[in-house]
Structures are given as structure tokens and as C-alpha cells.
């Protein structure tokens, strides 16, 4: 249990540090919620889904993309701190302290997770304004899954961001892999109107699952396959994130 503590510290410092950074409040909160209400209010008479019965505006389908969005803008982020404690040199003194690469993936994660998910319930409260029904195993069911997602978006956000040395080559990524990752999830527009090809993307697309386990808490649905996936996601990808974390450079201990 020797990483516990560590893991706690870290965890805690990046909890004080994003509430000390407004902007960060502001970005990982606000952008997804502009989204939200932009398109939604500009699709809605435009569009009508068939995921569910009688069909629904573009605000309600939207709704549980933007609680991805909320989870994965937060996830980015986070993440950010990583690049800036190399740069700081806080990340040099973790690695040659006696603390477990355990302790700096489990900290690090959990603290952006938590964020995460705490942002991604304000937003939940908004649920009943929009249409949706929920119950008291409804709300647990979508905290367990927006945890996982959050938790499985920050741990791939960290194994980016490990490899990167500046933020604009980690915005770069953000750009060409993240944000896409989130579009072809089924959040912006529903598998069965996509062209086949596309289709088969966002069928093998992780954070596909993800949407579609929120969506059946949201309506009430059977999502325990959606879930299932999604847990797999979070635990491959902690695991990819203490892989990295072998990769150690002159750069990160100087």
C-alpha cells in the first residue's frame, strides 16, 4: 500500500491546481455547453432521431454527446499538466522519488477523472429541463459509466501527453485523433445515417460504447453490452498509460 499516499497527493494537487486555474473551469465546462445549445437550437426543427421511441430533437439526442465532450475536454485538460510538470520539473522529481509509476498514473488519472465526472453531473442536473425521466438507478447507472469514460479518456490522454514536449504538439494531437475520436462516436449523429464505411469506424470506435451505455441510462435502456466495453476501455487504456510510462528520456529526469 506504499502508493497509496502518493497516489492520494497527486490526486489532490490536481484538484487544487484546476480549481485555482479559472480558465481551465471555464474551457472544459463552457465550450461543450456552447456546443450543446448552438446546435441544438440550430438542428433541432432539422432533425429527428429513431433511436428511440416517437423519435426526438437534435437537443435531446445531443445531450448525451455533450456529456462525452464534457468528460473528454476535461480529460484534455488535465493531461495538459503532465506536459507542464516536465517543463516545471515536477515530473523529474516524481520519477527519481521512491514512488511507483502506479502511484503517478493512478494520481494523475484519478485527479482528471474526478473533474471529469464532477463537471459531467452539473451538467446531468440540466436532465430533466431537456425531457429525460431519471431515476435514482438511472443516475447511478450514468455516474458508473461516466466514470469509466472519464477515466479511460484521461488515461489516453496521459499516455499522449507523455510523449509530448510542448502543448502545441499535444493541440495537434487533440485535433487530428481526440476530437475525431469523439464525432465518429455516435454523439453528433447516429450510426444508422452514416455511410457504411463510416459506420464500421464508429462500430470499432471505443468511446462509441461509451455514448451508447449514457444513452441507455438516459432513456431507461438495456446498455449492459455499451458498459461492458466501456469498462474494457478503461482498463486497457490505465494499462497503456503505465506502459508509457517505461519510456523514460534524458529530457524527463533533467
Known amino acids: 500500500m506504499n502508493w497509496l499516499l502518493p497516489a492520494i497527493t497527486l490526486w489532490q494537487r490536481e484538484i487544487v491546481r484546476f480549481l485555482r486555474q479559472r480558465d481551465r473551469v471555464i474551457g472544459a ?18 432533425f429527428t432521431s429513431s433511436q428511440a421511441p416517437g423519435g426526438h430533437g437534435y437537443l435531446e439526442y445531443f445531450y448525451a454527446g455533450t456529456l462525452v465532450m464534457i468528460l473528454l475536454f476535461t480529460a484534455i485538460f488535465s493531461t495538459f499538466t503532465l506536459i507542464e510538470d516536465r517543463r516545471e520539473g515536477f515530473l523529474q522529481a516524481v520519477l527519481v522519488a521512491p514512488v511507483g509509476r502506479f502511484a503517478l498514473v493512478g494520481g494523475k ?12 453531473l452539473i ?32 488515461a489516453l490522454g496521459f499516455a499522449i501527453a507523455w510523449w509530448m514536449n510542448s502543448t502545441a504538439g499535444y493541440h495537434a494531437i487533440m485535433n487530428i485523433f481526440l476530437i475525431p475520436l469523439w464525432l465518429m462516436s455516435g454523439a453528433v449523429f447516429p450510426a444508422s ?16 460504447y ?9 432513456y431507461g435502456e438495456n446498455g449492459t453490452a455499451a458498459f461492458v466495453v466501456t469498462a474494457l476501455f478503461a482498463g486497457v487504456m490505465f494499462v497503456a498509460a503505465l506502459a508509457v510510462t517505461r519510456r523514460v528520456t534524458k529530457g524527463d529526469l533533467h
Open 29 to 46: 465546462f463552457a465550450t461543450p455547453i456552447m456546443f450543446w445549445l448552438l446546435l441544438g437550437l440550430g438542428l433541432g426543427k432539422s
Open 109 to 120: 488519472v484519478l485527479g482528471g477523472t474526478t473533474l471529469a465526472l464532477l463537471q459531467a
Open 123 to 154: 451538467f446531468l442536473a440540466f436532465a430533466p429541463f431537456v425531457g429525460f425521466h431519471l431515476t435514482v438507478a438511472s443516475v447511478l447507472w450514468l455516474t458508473a459509466t461516466m466514470f469509466l469514460s472519464a477515466f479511460a479518456l484521461t
Open 193 to 208: 445515417g452514416a455511410p457504411a464505411w463510416l459506420g464500421w469506424v464508429m462500430v470499432i470506435n471505443p468511446l462509441s
Open 210 to 218: 461509451s455514448v451508447k451505455a449514457i444513452q441507455a441510462g438516459l
